[in-house]
């Protein structure tokens, strides 16, 4: 079965540290895309950063970068020097085709200052 | 301004009634979706369609219907609310298979 697990519900990380969000994922499709997005209090889906199963590096935007091994079928997003503002829920979500689009439960982040 | 817009933001309503939830894109994406988001499920996606006239199921579409006679344009009708639909209504749109999905800013919806 298709399934997305993000095992951490929540995780409280000092500011300026990096942090780490796990993901993983089961499927049996050669071709899909990973995403992950962020929900702050206010509600709206913010798009962070997009891997494609066949890119070989790893993606990268600014302070986002996602540690793809698709081995292990894991799709961990880093953030680096994490600040107050990305104090938000994140989801990790995969694309095998338009109707087949699935999300993660989420993980709730709390930078403290 | 371009993006996606969802109409109304907030909804109250009782059970029983037929509510229609909005939702317009101007990017003329083909691919447009509505998902329900409650509190320890994340997003499931409840109908999609792949262009004008073309829709299909999800994962959660029972008591709901769409409609997509234009591309910009994608209701979500609930036919006769539930209290088990009082949830957080996202619609998102998708440019092809392998793009980022843009969503709306959500419909808050409760059926009491």
């Known amino acids: 079965a298709q399934k997305i697990t993000q095992t951490q519900p929540g995780m409280f990380v000092q500011e300026k540290e990096a942090v780490t969000l796990d993901c993983t994922y089961d499927t049996s499709d050669q071709s899909y895309g990973l995403f992950w997005y962020k929900q702050p209090s206010s509600g709206e889906m913010i798009f962070l950063i997009y891997?494609?199963?066949?890119?070989?590096q790893n993606a990268t935007e600014g302070r986002y970068s996602l540690n793809f091994q698709k081995a292990r079928k894991s799709a961990n997003l880093v953030i680096s020097a994490s600040q107050l503002g990305d104090s938000a829920m994140y989801f990790c979500?995969?694309?095998?085709?338009?109707?087949?689009?699935?999300f993660g439960s989420g993980t709730r982040l709390s930078i403290r200052p | 301004d371009a993006g996606i817009t969802q109409s109304p933001r907030y909804k109250i309503t009782e059970t029983g009634r037929q509510v229609t939830l909005m939702c317009h894109q101007t990017?003329?994406?083909?691919?447009m979706f509505w998902y329900r988001q409650d509190l320890g499920h994340g997003l499931r996606l409840i109908y999609y369609s792949a262009a004008a006239d073309i829709t299909d199921k999800g994962e959660v579409p029972d008591g709901y219907v769409v409609s997509r006679s234009k591309t910009e344009n994608f209701p979500l009708t609930l036919e006769s609310a539930t209290r088990s639909q009082t949830s957080v209504y996202f619609c998102?749109?998708?440019?092809?298979?392998?793009?980022?999905?843009?969503f709306g800013p959500g419909t808050r919806l409760t059926v009491l």
């Open positions: 998102a749109s998708l440019a092809g298979t392998y793009n980022e999905q843009f």
């Open positions: 990017w003329s994406h083909s691919y």
């Open positions: 891997q494609g199963s066949y890119d070989e």
């Open positions: 979500a995969m694309i095998r085709s338009a109707s087949k689009i699935i």
